[in-house]
């Protein structure tokens, strides 16, 4: 502790500016390395998400080598996937803030390798929605343990870019997996049984590499102070620093105020849910909004675009691909271009602008469809508008929950409103969505915009009336950890201090 102190501090906590130090580091290349370590994983998910979606029809098809039919693999399979995340979510999350974010975001990448590698081989419906449940199961592990480590590692001046970029790169995935498919589905190139199998190696493959990169991200250092492991947090941030400085080659600037914390033991589900919603209830009808509003919307597109583009549209089966690779660009350009802005404009008005924009856009893009003034061209490039903003939104909202919510708790509230959001809009999306769109009467499709487009509108109104303006501030001054000890009178943190 530092001898500037002004009093002695309470008997058995501990004072820290790990925070602070890790906030006011330059960017350099280390934090491009935890960046492509952990970030990557969205590239994965986009890609499992847009090979099933365009390749429903030729699994249907004779001579594919599995039994299985199109409403299958929209509605059921996919429900099942989306139902996987969401409990693998609750169950890597809540041992997330246990054991640490690096233990588990290593064994929730291998569950999800494993898996998808085995969907390669099904030969039944049964067995390829099975394979499908376990792969969610790992993508939703990734979500908490991910989300956490990246906002616990990243400075707050750019923590909004880097978390809606870093989100937002699924969408990179999806236009890989879009194009990935157009050759595939090829049948002189590869035979019906044999293409769709294929995709599935594509994303072993990626992810064997993304599991070697990341076996050299460290844990988070607010983790490790907050579990009683002090000296192992200090030794790793000043490790931190010194490669940081070196690779800026400049002299790092003083780090802001210290905390006082209290290590404590274990906190059971029900003592951390009752934390959360008595102590943050405006937030958690905050979390609930933002994430069931994108889940109804981008579950139902991803998995049922390429059902509307061949229903409405004649669009062959093998060509969905081109449509859809064009709808993942405009996704990945949402985040990328606006990114910036939710760290300099705010994250109110940013959350708020590009959900109710995004709802408004859906519902002109209803009504065009309604009247039978678009095309598969047209559709496509009103979607690719609307997701523009939403793909923002969307992001933004993984980005609210991590930070908004105390340390000790962080994986486990991205998991849960990860679980319940997509419980609410994730399943019964592709149910409803693709029990509409199959019908073959553009009324009944254009319910399904107008539904999409409600949810976004009445979220980005929630975030207007209640949203958090975090940006650019520590994560420690949004929600102060569990284990943090008041001050005592006259005091305050001490720049520069160590445990």
Known sequence: MSASTAHADPPGALRTDVPARLDRLPWTRWHWRIVIGLGTVWILDGLEVTIVGNMAGRLAERGSGIDISTAQVTTLAAAVYVAGACLGALFFGRLTDRLGRKKLFMVTLAVYLAATAVTAVS??????????????????????????????????????????????????????????????????????????????????????????????????????????????????????????????????????????????????????????????????????????????????????????????????????????????????????????????????????????????????????????????????????????????????AYLTVSEIFPLETRALCIAFFYAVGTAIGGITGPLLFNSLVSSGEPGDTTLAFCLGATLMTLAGLVEAAIGVRAERRSLESLAAPLSAVEEPAGTSGTAGARP
């Open 123 to 396: 030969w039944t419906a049964w067995f390829f929605i099975l394979c499908r449940f376990f792969t969610g199961f790992g993508i939703g592990g990734e979500y908490a343990a991910i989300n956490s480590a990246i906002d616990e590692l990243i400075p707050a001046r750019v923590r909004g870019r880097i978390d809606l970029i870093i989100n937002g790169s699924f969408w990179i995935g999806a236009a890989v997996g879009a194009f990935a498919s157009i050759a595939l589905l090829d049948t002189s190139l590869f035979a019906t049984d044999v293409g769709w199998r294929l995709a599935f190696g594509i994303g072993v493959v990626l992810g064997l590499v993304i599991l070697l990169v990341r076996r050299h991200v460290p844990e988070s250092p607010r983790w490790l102070f907050t579990h009683g492991r002090a000296e192992e947090a200090e030794r790793l941030v000043a490790d931190v620093e010194r490669t940081v400085a070196e690779e800026s080659g400049k002299p790092l600037p003083e780090p802001g105020e210290s905390i006082l914390i209290r290590p404590r033991g274990e906190r059971g589900f029900l003592s951390i849910a009752r934390t959360v919603t008595r102590t943050y209830p405006r937030r958690t009808v905050l979390g609930l909004a933002l994430f069931s509003g994108q889940a109804f919307l981008y579950n139902s597109v991803t998995f049922g675009y390429a059902v509307i583009l061949t229903t409405f549209f004649d669009v062959p089966n093998g060509d969905t691909g081109y449509y859809f690779a064009v709808i993942a660009v405009g996704n990945f350009l949402g985040p990328l271009l606006l990114g910036h802005l939710f760290d300099s404009v705010g994250r109110k008005p940013m959350i708020t602008g590009s959900y109710v924009g995004s709802g408004l856009l859906l519902f002109g893009t209803a009504y065009l469809f309604q009247q039978g003034a678009l095309s598969a061209v047209t559709m496509t490039a009103c979607w690719t508008a609307v997701l523009f903003l939403a793909s923002a939104g969307a992001s933004a």
